[in-house]
């Protein structure tokens, strides 16, 4: 279950950033609104990725999500625009995803 939680969280996070990336280009850089149109169908998907989940409670979803989030908001940033993270930000990252991994991995009674 936490390896699959995981995997939705990183795609969800990757559809997101994506999303919301493409609806930029499309607006803001001008490019085409082809772009927004194709942002807001990724930004559906990303909604549609956390019904998937197999954890039941719709808050611990999102709170294991903005754990998650932060860490692929930071590898989108080193891949797609050069950014070098310092230690502070990947020591941040760390105590992020042992978050993620409390919530999503805890062995829970009843």
Known sequence: M???SLLLLTLAGLAEIGGAW???QGIRERSSLLFVGLGAMVLVGYGLLHTLQ???EFGRVL???GGAFIVVALAWSVV???FVPD???LIGAGVCL???LIIVAA???G
């Open 2 to 4: 936490a390896i699959r």
């Open 22 to 24: 493409l609806v930029w």
């Open 54 to 56: 197999p954890i039941p």
């Open 63 to 65: 709170a294991a999500y």
């Open 80 to 82: 797609i625009d050069g």
């Open 87 to 89: 230690r502070w930000d």
């Open 98 to 100: 042992l978050g993620v």
């Open 107 to 109: 062995p829970r009674g």
